[in-house]
């Protein structure tokens, strides 16, 4: 055989994959001539076969030989890429392409543009693959999907769902061929016929584009549009797993709980062991807060798979959100023992222990974390188990170190308001002033700060600062209820009647069922001395509370003092030592009226009698 004939012959060995005859045929003209062309025929064969070394070592013999000839230059890219070398990888195919011709470019542009997405080398991979889109002779479906892959690793999303679409509607009129588009790209991509099998395969495993598709249409906001395009991918993959789960998840999303149900019911059915089916039922019934039904699969998926932490992290959860602390609490024991290197098991346990009051278990928890994973969240978040715990200095220190590990926190407005929070359940009033101010300064639209500055300066007597904040939250939140009893209370205390009893009232008129709310109005109006009303304030009180004993007090002082009444203020004592006898559990009822200031012994001593004679007592017993 010729030269010619042996390079011909073992092209069709390792088209029949005969790859060590082929390779025996090459190397035996490689030692009679050095040809490039046998030498990149071997690289072909390596590459196929896991050898990406030994190509490298035939692509630099020809490379050195003929410098200006890309396809070395693109072969030996492929065979740093193979081996997962993508900057050598990058650097071979950039020579590459500068050496390609019209018919190259496209394929040559589209491989280096994969490897700069590797490399997340994005800004380059948008432009080679904008090029490749360009080019109509050659473009084909998997090149605008991996444009929009690079256009949404960049964060233009938008122009990567129109990319995307694109390349889903081209892909599916290829489907529609009778050979399913391979004659289409083997024209435009000039590929091998095994090479356009692994394109096409490359499509189908993403079941035409449909899937990412629905995900970034969902992203947009276009819940509709990416159920519709999952239901047009069952058409054109009926049956396919993914799919389905996908649809019972947008189904979900979609507000249509039964449906998703029904669906991945029948999922799990068909095949108990599908894990991701079982495990978007159970989200649907966490988002349905049917925590039975919830907690029954994760117990079965548990011990479907034992071995699966993520079941066991899944089930603290739901037993911890329908309200069962204690299972929840052993349950997330048995897990830090499985598996007590994972820091965000720590961290569950330590929000449960939160959930729990145990603010010193959640501390320890909080550490256990911290050797772990060391990271200025989880001292964020200790700071907050000490700071329930009253423990302020060592609160403050963990905050500390946060900031030291990351300081960007000092800027941020949540780190301001834990500060300012210490400060406050440290009393120091001005310090916790100052960062209630600097959180503002970097949240100014959140009246809750507000709120929380009014309380610290009304804590330092600052009262008339305090209502400017009350002002300034109730800008953002006019019907915010806890400001304005606020502000009602720091009128009072600057002896502003009036104004505290606008306020009061409109704390009444959005609260109308609170008997603190309407106590507060009457003593306002007692102090105006508008004392029939305080008096209907209190006994619309007492209708809300009947068996609270201070409003009985409270309605008998004003018919004493005010009203001049004894009989009415002797009943209101009646009752009030009826109740405050029950609330603070005393043998000798009696004594309570020894302790009462503000009332003669006359009055003490009607009450007495009438208490004795059961009179106060009759009228709730009867």
Not at 86 to 111: D, F, I, N
Not at 310 to 328: F, I, N, P, Q, T
Not at 573 to 588: F, G, K
């Amino acid at each position: 055989m010729t030269e010619d004939d042996r390079l011909i012959y073992a092209k069709l060995l390792h088209e029949q994959d005969r790859m060590d005859e082929a390779v025996r045929i090459l190397s035996e003209l490689i030692a009679l001539s050095n040809r490039t062309d046998a030498l990149l025929e071997r690289a072909l064969v390596y590459n196929d076969t896991g050898r990406e070394q030994e190509a490298i070592r035939d692509l630099d013999e020809a490379i050195r030989q003929e410098p200006e000839e890309y396809i070395y230059w693109y072969t030996r890219a492929i065979s740093y890429s193979n081996l997962r070398k993508y900057e050598e990888a990058a650097a071979s195919m950039e020579m590459a392409l500068e050496r390609s011709g019209e018919e190259s470019r496209s394929s040559t542009g589209y491989e280096l543009a994969c490897i700069c997405l590797r490399l997340e080398r994005i800004d380059r991979a948008i432009q080679l693959l904008e090029q490749v889109a360009g080019q109509e002779k050659t473009l084909i479906p998997l090149h605008l999907y991996r444009l929009s892959e690079a256009l949404e690793s960049s964060g233009r999303e938008s122009e990567a769902l129109a990319e995307l679409r694109k390349a889903v509607r081209m892909q599916s009129r290829l489907r529609l061929s009778k050979d399913g588009g391979a004659e289409f790209l083997k024209e435009r991509t000039r590929y091998s016929d095994t090479a356009i099998q692994t394109l096409m395969a490359i499509v189908d495993s993403e079941y035409g584009f449909r899937m990412k598709e629905s995900q970034l249409l969902e992203k947009a906001g276009y819940l509709e549009e990416a159920f519709a395009t999952i239901e047009q991918g069952l058409k054109e993959y009926p049956g396919e797993e993914l799919l389905l789960i996908r649809q019972g998840v947008l189904l979900r999303q979609l507000g249509r709980e039964e449906e998703a149900i029904a669906l991945l019911s029948r999922l799990t059915e068909a095949d108990p062991d599908n894990f991701s089916a079982r495990m978007e039922l159970i989200l649907t019934y966490r988002r349905q807060e049917r925590w039975e039904q919830a907690v029954d699969i994760l117990e079965d998926t548990l011990k479907r798979n034992p071995g699966q932490t993520v079941v066991r992290y899944w089930l603290v959860d739901v037993l911890r959100d329908s309200g069962k602390l204690h299972e929840a609490n052993t349950a997330s024991s048995a897990l830090t023992e499985a598996e007590p290197e994972d820091p965000l098991n720590w961290k569950q346990r330590a929000e449960l222990f939160i959930d729990m009051e145990q603010y010193e278990e959640a501390d320890r928890a909080y550490t256990k974390a911290i050797a772990l994973d060391g990271s200025a969240d989880y001292y964020m978040r200790r700071s907050f188990s000490r700071y329930m715990a009253r423990h302020y200095e060592a609160a403050m220190l963990d905050i500390q170190e946060a900031i030291a590990i990351e300081p960007s926190l000092r800027e941020d407005g949540k780190t301001a308001y834990a500060l300012a929070e210490l400060y406050a359940g440290m009393k120091n009033f001005a310090l916790a002033d100052e960062e209630y101010s600097r959180a503002i300064r970097l949240e100014d639209d959140n009246p809750h700060l507000y709120e929380r500055r009014a309380a610290a300066r009304m804590n330092a007597k600052s009262y008339s600062a305090a209502i400017e904040d009350c002002r300034a939250g109730l800008a953002l939140v006019p019907e915010q209820t806890r400001l304005i009893w606020m502000k009602s209370y720091l009128h009072w205390e600057l002896g502003e009647y009036e104004p505290a009893l606008q306020e009061a009232l409109h704390y009444v008129r959005l609260v109308p069922d609170d008997e603190q709310g309407l106590l507060n109005l009457s003593t306002i109006y007692s102090n105006l001395r508008r004392y029939d009303e305080a008096i209907e304030a209190i006994n619309r009180a007492i209708a809300l509370q009947p068996f609270a004993s201070r409003l009985y007090l409270e309605r008998a002082s004003l018919y004493y003092h005010h009203r001049f009444d004894r009989s009415r203020a002797a009943d209101d004592l009646v009752d009030w030592l009826l109740y405050a006898a029950a609330e603070r559990s005393r043998e000798d009822p009696l004594s309570l009226l020894d302790e009462l200031d503000g009332f003669d012994d006359e009055m003490r001593g009607r009450a007495r009698e009438q208490y004795s004679s059961g009179f106060g007592a009759s009228r709730y017993l009867i």
